[in-house]
């Protein structure tokens, strides 16, 4: 197991060979929970309470599993936009790759942002869309009634192809 820091709120892991076979579970099966106990393992006693929510991204291919971790602030912006050209306009004024969804409620469509450690989306993106009044409920509201669109990059997917 090779485990390399990128920066203080993201590393990654790269599992090859015999710790491969040691998990139980097919690799492509692999839970959330069991992704957690991977990276908890990796990091031995440096793991803390910031990386139990952290966004975790699984690759498996060519006998290896690689894995990735970056923590979010837990706390999720939420903007609700009428027109969709206002959440292009929004998803232009974020450069840095944060974790995203679209989602789409009563003709309504919704960004839900978490950002990383303490960073923050730029104030220009907030001159698009309203801020909703209780970001964390309504993320799971909009996750759990509405329809995802894209995610957990759509912020990276809407630049792409505007």
């Given at each position: ?21 040691d ?53 999720p ?82 630049n792409?192809?505007?």
């Amino acid at each position: 197991m090779d485990t390399q820091q990128i920066n203080s709120a993201a590393l990654y892991i790269y599992i090859y060979g015999k710790e491969l076979e040691d998990i139980a579970k097919n690799p492509v099966d692999l839970s959330t929970e069991d992704a957690t106990e991977l990276l908890k393992t990796a990091m031995g006693g440096n793991f803390s309470d910031a990386w139990e929510s952290a966004c975790l991204e699984l690759y498996f291919g060519g006998g290896a599993l690689l894995l990735f971790a970056r923590i979010h602030s837990g706390n999720p912006v939420v903007l609700s936009f009428a027109e969709f050209e206002d959440v292009i306009a929004a998803a232009k004024c974020c450069r840095e790759s944060m974790i995203s969804h679209l989602a789409l409620l009563d003709g309504e469509y919704y960004l839900i942002l978490y950002p990383r450690c303490d960073a923050e989306p730029p104030d220009s993106f907030f001159e698009y869309g309203e801020p909703c009044r209780e970001p964390s409920f309504f993320a799971l509201h909009l996750i759990e009634h509405g329809k995802i669109l894209m995610g957990p990059k759509a912020i990276d997917g809407i630049n792409k192809m505007f």
